[in-house]
T-cell receptor
Framework: GAVVSQHPSRVICKSGTSVKIECRSL??????MFWYRQFPKKSLMLMAT?????????EQGVEKDKFLINHASLTLSTLTVTSAHPEDSSFYIC????????????FGPGTRLTVL | AQSVTQPDIHITVSEGASLELRCNYS??????LFWYVQSPGQGLQLLLK??????LVQGIKGFEAEFKRSQSSFNLRKPSVHWSDAAEYFC????????????FGSGTRLLVRP
């Protein structure tokens, strides 16, 4: 159990376009989902916390208008990178937390975004 | 503020040798502690976690970790490393507030010599 999927696993886009990444909890309801960004050979940087039915909470330094997060249901959160630029190229990982009691986060396999 | 330090960027061990990956955290109370493993191009897999109780925690793939409050450490160990253990290992501490955030260390890359 506790499987999290991401789609797509890999995406290449042109500069200036927008890209949507989906994160789904397949066999549980996720009250909270998290979005991370990982640069090559670096650790995970938390971008935002997404709670179902409410606005995402962004970490300091993360542009809200650049990285749009929607958590429309208890099993789906989406991250949209708007007007992507080459510096947005990265590995994006989502995780989901089973509620209401504290449990570990279950991570998706990640999405490799390359902006040309 | 909470923080996690993994002092070793790279560690190389021979297959069959023992392994210890270091992790130190900064937090005032007893934290929630985790070790994750990441293979290249993949997401993170939980190896083990510590919430409370027995300070020696057993995980998957033969890993264990010991919580030492006096040293603010949560080191990961394995008695005999296999070539398939080569990966990136992340220690993380869970926020004790309602955010449930995870704060990750910078990671340790494990290389295994045949």
């Amino acid at each position: 159990g506790a499987v999290v999927s991401q789609h797509p696993s890999r995406v290449i886009c042109k500069s200036g376009t927008s890209v949507k990444i989906e994160c789904r909890s397949l066999d549980f309801q996720a009250t909270t989902m998290f979005w991370y960004r990982q640069f090559p050979k670096k650790s995970l940087m938390l971008m935002a916390t997404s709670n179902e039915g409410s606005k995402a909470t962004y970490e300091q330094g993360v542009e809200k208008d650049k990285f749009l997060i929607n958590h429309a249901s208890l099993t789906l959160s989406t991250l949209t990178v708007t007007s992507a630029h080459p510096e947005d190229s990265s590995f994006y990982i989502c995780s989901a937390r089973q509620g209401p009691n504290y449990n570990e986060q279950f991570f998706g396999p990640g999405t490799r975004l390359t902006v040309l | 503020a909470q923080s996690v330090t993994q002092p070793d960027i790279h560690i190389t061990v021979s297959e069959g040798a023992s392994l210890e990956l270091r992790c130190n955290y900064s937090y005032g109370a007893t934290p929630y502690l985790f070790w994750y493993v990441q293979s290249p191009g993949q997401g993170l897999q939980l190896l083990l976690k510590y919430f409370s109780g027995d300070t020696l925690v057993q995980g998957i793939k033969g890993f264990e970790a010991e919580f030492k409050r006096s040293q603010s450490s949560f080191n990961l160990r394995k008695p005999s490393v296999h070539w398939s253990d080569a990966a990136e290992y992340f220690c993380a501490v869970g926020a004790m507030d309602s955010s449930y955030k995870l704060i990750f260390g910078s990671g340790t890359r494990l290389l295994v010599r045949p």
